[in-house]
């Protein structure tokens, strides 16, 4: 079988990623494994897509190997599945699968993502290898990747695949209206508008025109294709101890500067491959600069979006994720689905209570969980990410539960007296009392108010 590797790594044969590959290389001499370092070449690609093109044409199998840059994959792989898209080779029938690197630190968004643009392309999708970076060095990571390809191989030869979704009808945005020209008496608050509008893109151009109408705030538009970025992140962790990019583009000091200074960000674009488009993953991918630093949390944030973003569920999550690691309120996401006016209307409005009443709301899974993974890292590899332990110091992000030893004692003694069928019965309801005991103080304090 003719598998082709895409290794959507910035590192090229440097990827850790890739070394998973290489090993399954070994382990199956029969296959055959041709390895296009997509990640790496992609300016190169850009200009000249017919070496990939035969490449794709001559494969059996698709094995997309790449680790996973904030909730999807890195910018430069992104970028090549536009290519493929817009190169209109033929896939479909074709199989496919992927094998990921990362803490885990939503890889699920960046596998539903793969597998949702190859089921674009008509392709048959076998779930992939979600590994831990250091996951080949132990004998449980060699075996897992090793029972992982069988099992490729086995959905190959018996015609087994994730199902194909219903084909949708072309997306027809609904209109968007201005409203009459009035003066305004603009708050004190500043919000940053960014987006990767096309020229030619009225639809988004008219949406950011009316939230920009309807906002009681100042408001500025940043669109980033005008921006010179010298490429997508490297991975190359210059930036861990200083902060400071290896490019010399200025993109560190143009987002800090530029961007997070405001009050509030709000994001404009258009749904491209299930996401915002590889340009806007490039913008995301180089603000590792700010390592795994919440730099902005406080900050209300908010989408404008021009798509059928209704069915796009694994985008949903990444907005949602993205608001809830960096502890930012999600003052909604307005599109032009149904009623444009009204929605952007709304994001406007909860936009400037969100700001007037500097609106927070507690952190769920999304960004619990999250954080979590960036906490457990950082600690562990605070030698190398000097920056990132000392905001995490400075902010008590390093909330480690085994600290906690008073819970830990407690739970003990609970834990011994449930343990007891004679202590139990004894006990009855009591438990119950105490538990509720403190929350009780809480309510006769705000009656006692």
């Not at 990921?100 to 793969?114: E, L, M, N, Q, W």
């Not at 709000?266 to 913008?283: E, R, V, W």
């Amino acid at each position: 079988m003719n598998i082709l590797v895409l290794n959507g790594s910035p590192k090229a044969r440097y990827s850790i990623t890739l070394q998973t590959v290489l090993y399954l290389e070994q382990l199956f001499p029969k296959q055959s494994f041709e390895i296009l370092h997509v990640g790496g070449q992609i300016k190169l690609l850009e200009k000249d897509f017919s070496h990939a093109e035969e490449a794709l044409k001559k494969a059996d199998l698709l094995l997309f190997s790449y680790p996973v840059y904030t909730f999807i994959a890195p910018s430069q792989l992104q970028r090549f599945i536009e290519l493929i898209k817009a190169s209109g080779v033929k896939l479909d029938g074709k199989f496919a699968t992927q094998i990921t690197t990362s803490k885990h630190f939503y890889d699920v968004t960046a596998h539903r993502y793969i597998q949702d643009n190859c089921q674009d392309l008509g392709m048959k999708f076998i779930k992939g290898l979600s590994a831990d970076m250091d996951d080949l060095l132990t004998p449980q990571g060699q075996t897992d990747a090793k029972k992982f390809f069988s099992y490729v191989l086995w959905c190959v030869k018996h015609d087994s695949y994730e199902p194909l979704p219903a084909p949708q009808a072309p997306f027809v945005p609904v209109p968007v209206t201005q409203p009459e020209p009035e003066k305004k008496a603009l708050g004190d608050k500043h919000v940053a508008i960014v987006t990767d509008c096309e020229k030619d893109n009225t639809q988004l151009q008219d949406m950011i025109h009316r939230f920009q109408a309807v906002l009681p705030h100042e408001s500025r538009v940043i669109n980033i294709r005008e921006y010179p970025f010298r490429g997508g992140c490297l991975g190359c962790f210059n930036c861990a101890v200083s902060g400071k990019c290896v490019y010399t583009d200025g993109f560190d000091d143009f987002l800090r500067g530029k961007i997070q200074t405001a009050d509030a960000i709000i994001y404009a674009f258009t749904i491209k491959d299930h996401s915002m488009g590889a340009l806007f993953k490039q913008y995301d991918d180089r603000q590792f600069c700010n390592g795994h630093r919440t730099v902005t949390m406080g900050m209300p944030m908010g989408y404008l979006v021009s798509g059928r973003y209704g069915t796009e569920t694994n985008l949903q999550m990444i907005i949602e994720g993205r608001s809830e690691v960096g502890g930012n309120f999600l003052a909604g996401v307005a599109t032009d689905e149904t009623d444009p006016d009204k929605a952007i209307d709304r994001l406007a409005m909860t936009l400037t209570y969100a700001l007037s009443r500097r609106y927070l709301q507690p952190q769920n899974f999304y960004g619990v969980g999250g954080m979590k993974i960036f906490r457990d890292l950082i600690y562990l590899m605070q030698g190398m990410m000097k920056a990132d332990h000392a905001f995490y110091k400075a902010h008590k992000q390093y909330d480690f539960p085994q600290k906690k030893m008073g819970t830990v004692l407690k739970m003990y003694l609970v834990g011994g007296l449930l343990a007891s069928p004679a202590l139990k019965s004894k006990i009855g309801n009591s438990m119950n009392e105490g538990m509720l005991a403190p929350y009780r103080k809480v309510l006769e304090s705000v009656q006692k108010k």
